[in-house]
């Protein structure tokens, strides 16, 4: 399962509106919640436009996102099997990437909980992902995993080859890639008009 476009452009909207905060929350002030939407926005951002794991995304630290201009252009990883990887960022993602980074210490977490802190743990952004999705009205089991699944599927559509894809989610195997990806009916279409 992966979110359709439409899906995929409603989460993102439900996770820039800041109009469902609350003022205040287990003594927690508007503003500081303002700053944990803000962060999932980018936490969920980066797994839709890089295709990285939960457990890479959170572990990466603002030295493994190399910056140009003020622009992230691409997040260096340790994947399973402690393969290293680099993968690129689309351009309009790094330009807001890039500037939210801005003003953290090359050591720190990106998606450290505060100055200094660790991340929150997966399962604490697999509820955070939940409620969203209820919030947005999107009825599907959604994970941060099959954000990594959109990414692929968006890729694939985007004309991308599999082994393109393969290298970009960090696959040893082609097979493991094949079923990350999902062809739109309308692509198919379009592949069968060549003919």
Not at 2 to 15: D, N, R, S, Y
Not at 182 to 188: A, G, I, L, T
């Amino acid at each position: 399962m992966w979110l359709e476009k439409e899906e995929q452009q409603t989460l993102q909207k439900a996770l820039r509106n800041t109009d469902d905060l609350p003022q205040n929350i287990f003594g927690r002030t508007r503003e500081h919640i303002k700053g944990v939407r803000v962060r999932y926005d980018f936490l969920f951002g980066l797994i839709l436009n890089s295709g990285l794991r939960i457990s890479e995304a959170l572990s990466v630290r603002v030295r493994d996102v190399r910056v140009v201009d003020g622009c992230a252009r691409s997040v260096r990883v340790i994947g399973k099997g402690n393969r290293e990887r680099l993968v690129p960022l689309p351009e309009a993602f790094g330009q807001v990437f890039g500037f939210w980074l801005n003003d953290k210490g090359k050591e720190e977490f990106v998606f450290a909980k505060q100055p200094g802190g660790k991340p929150p743990v997966a399962h604490v952004v697999r509820a955070y992902l939940r409620r969203l999705l209820d919030r947005a009205g999107i009825d599907k089991k959604v994970t941060p995993h099959k954000l990594r699944h959109t990414y692929a599927t968006r890729l694939l559509e985007s004309g991308a080859e599999l082994v393109d894809i393969q290298v970009l989610l960090g696959h040893v195997n082609l097979a493991t890639t094949q079923i990350y990806t999902h062809v739109s009916e309308d692509r198919m279409a379009g592949v069968v008009a060549r003919l």
